[in-house]
Structure formats: structure tokens, C-alpha cells
């Protein structure tokens, strides 16, 4: 607890008759300007870690729906690194229903720096088997079981390749098998909870997309007139963001078709030949750490090598090699 020390008022000077005085003992002034010093020196790091190591659409990005941008796993592992954190699992609470098939699990991850042995900051996570995603699947007409009627059922109408089709909403009758599933992703939002509390990047990913790109640019998101860029430099930037991009696109364009067919090869493989899109969209929300719900709109093309790479050791490994590993833990963290 902080020390207050309560002096006396003084009979003369500014303070005359007046309250106390309250003087808390944070440390000397030198102490104090360190401490400030060492911040920015940091707050600079990070900087220069996401403007020349993550990536958008790997590492963050915006979620459909959304204005803000969100951390992902791969950057949550890439900050991990970086800060020379170790993520551990310090606590997991699970509610199991084998006859309905209800789970829910809360997760606690804890950052440890590698080379004091030190706690720098814990996540929690939850998912359950009640969430949108799980709870339900979308299936065409010829597809509705015998004996439902498809007016009595949610319906949404969406864009194909070849015009517009309905779908109907079903309860997941199968629960017992996403539970993996379910885990998996609390322990990745527990990881990104830790280690957006550790390394200070929440008020990062609180920011929309354009103050992102002017804090990452070195600019102050909220400066009026006199914080302005010169619009020289503005126009310069923009110049050459439009050409990384394109150059991004011709020189990735290609992976990334290779890479999406090789994930749908690697689809049927599993399925025994047949395309099975849900199980794709399971896998490439594993993949990226986020919400995937039309998986070939929604995953970007660099994403593609990710959720190739994933689906490729996931029949041989049970899951994502990147992902934290109960069997190293004490049987009751497991």
C-alpha cells in the first residue's frame, strides 16, 4: 500500500489556514523521471514491433461488423516473443453435460517472463457450447430433417456464386464433438487477454482503424491542425501504401490461391473426398484465432498458408501445434 504521510498546515505562505498537506511517497523525482523515460523508450518499441513485424490480416485486423481493430493469436504469440513471455495455464474451469452436451470452460493463462520467473499479467477466457457458433448450423432446403417445416425455423438469405439462396437454422445436434473446439478457443482468448494486458496494447486495439494507422505512422490519432501531417508526406505515404499493396497482391496473389487450394485438398482428404465447408470454417476460426463465417470471403489470402499449415497437422497432432499444451501441466490444470 501506498505510504501518506499527513504534515501539518504551515502558518505561512500559500497554504496558510488552509488543508492539509498530502505527500505521497512514489519514489524520488529522479526515480519518477526513469520510470517515464523507460516508458516511452518502451511505448517506442512497441511501436516499431507493429509497424514493421505484425502484419494486418495475420496478426490483427478488423472483425466483419466492427470498426476497431482486434488482436489475433499469431499476434499474440509474435508480442509473446517479443517480450520474452512464457504463457502457462493457471487455472481451468470446465461445466460438462454428457447427456445434452453442454460445455463450457473458463480459462486462465498467466505470462511469465522467461528470465526472472516473474508474473507480468493473466488472462481469462470462456467459451461454451451455447455460443452462435457452436449452438447452431445453417443448412440448405433439401438439407432440413423430415417432419421440421422450414417456416417454422430461422431463415437468413444469403450471396452465392450463382445469386442468392435461403438457409435455414438448425440446433447442433452433434455438441459432443466441437468441445475441443470450444476449449481451444477460450485458451486463445485468455492468451490474448494476458498479453494485451502485458504488454499495454489494449488502448491499441480500442482505436479505429485510422487512428491505428496514425499511432503506427508515429502520429497523434486525436492532434488538430497544428498535429497535422503536411499533406506532401500525407500523399507520400498514401502513394506508397497503394504501392505495397498492389506489390502485396501481385507477389501474394499467387501463394495465396495456391495455399487456399491446398487447404481444400487437404479438406477433402479428411472428409473422404466430399467438400466440407463447415468443418473448414471450424478449422480456419482455430487457425486465426477469431470468428470465421463465410470462410472464403472472410480469410484473407496471406491467411490462407496459415490455415493450410493447421489443416495439414491437424489429423496427425489432434489440433494446432501453436496452440498451448495441457499434457505439460499438473494433472489438475489439465
Not at 507493429?50 to 508480442?79: C, H, N, S, W
Not at 502457462?88 to 511469465?112: C, P
Not at 445436434?173 to 481451444?184: G, P, Y
Request: charged fraction near 30%; proline fraction near 4%; include cysteine.
Amino acid at each position: 500500500m501506498t505510504d501518506v504521510t499527513v504534515l501539518q498546515p504551515q502558518p505561512s505562505g500559500g497554504n496558510a489556514g488552509g488543508g492539509a498537506i498530502v505527500d505521497l511517497e512514489f519514489g524520488s523525482a529522479a526515480d519518477l523521471r526513469r520510470k517515464l523515460d523507460g516508458m516511452k523508450q518502451k511505448l517506442n518499441l512497441t511501436r516499431e514491433f507493429f509497424r514493421e513485424v505484425m502484419q494486418e490480416g495475420v496478426d490483427y485486423g478488423i472483425i466483419p461488423g466492427t470498426d476497431k481493430p482486434t488482436l489475433y493469436k499469431p499476434g499474440a504469440e509474435g508480442l509473446c516473443e517479443f517480450y520474452n513471455l512464457a504463457p502457462t495455464i493457471a487455472g481451468k474451469v470446465e461445466d460438462k453435460n454428457h447427456e445434452t452436451g453442454y460445455y463450457s470452460v473458463d480459462i486462465t493463462v498467466r505470462l511469465i517472463h522467461r528470465n526472472t520467473g516473474s508474473i507480468i499479467a493473466e488472462g481469462v477466457g470462456h467459451a461454451n457450447t451455447f455460443e452462435n457458433r457452436y449452438r447452431w448450423r445453417w443448412v440448405s432446403e433439401k438439407d432440413i430433417p423430415k417432419g421440421l417445416s422450414k417456416e417454422e425455423l430461422v431463415s437468413k438469405e444469403r450471396d452465392g456464386r450463382y445469386g442468392k439462396f435461403v438457409q435455414y437454422r438448425l440446433e447442433n445436434d452433434d455438441m459432443h464433438s466441437i468441445w475441443n473446439t470450444v476449449l481451444k478457443m477460450a485458451k486463445k482468448r485468455a492468451l490474448v487477454d494476458a498479453v494485451l494486458s502485458a504488454t499495454r496494447s489494449s488502448g491499441i486495439f480500442s482505436q479505429t482503424e485510422e487512428e491505428l494507422e496514425a499511432y503506427l505512422n508515429g502520429e497523434d490519432p486525436e492532434a488538430g491542425d497544428e498535429g497535422a501531417v503536411p499533406p506532401p508526406r500525407q500523399q507520400s505515404r498514401s502513394s506508397t501504401g497503394a504501392r505495397s499493396s498492389a506489390a502485396g497482391r501481385q507477389s501474394g496473389g499467387a501463394r495465396g490461391t495456391s495455399d487456399k487450394n491446398r487447404a481444400f485438398d487437404l479438406v477433402k482428404q479428411h472428409n473422404g473426398g466430399a467438400m466440407d465447408w463447415k468443418w473448414l470454417t471450424d478449422r480456419a476460426s482455430e487457425a486465426l484465432g477469431r470468428s470465421i463465417g463465410k470462410v472464403v470471403q472472410d480469410v484473407a489470402d496471406a491467411e490462407w498458408k496459415l490455415v493450410a499449415d493447421y489443416l495439414e497437422q491437424y489429423d496427425s497432432n489432434g489440433g494446432d501445434q501453436g496452440e498451448l499444451d495441457f499434457d505439460d501441466f499438473p494433472e489438475d490444470l489439465r
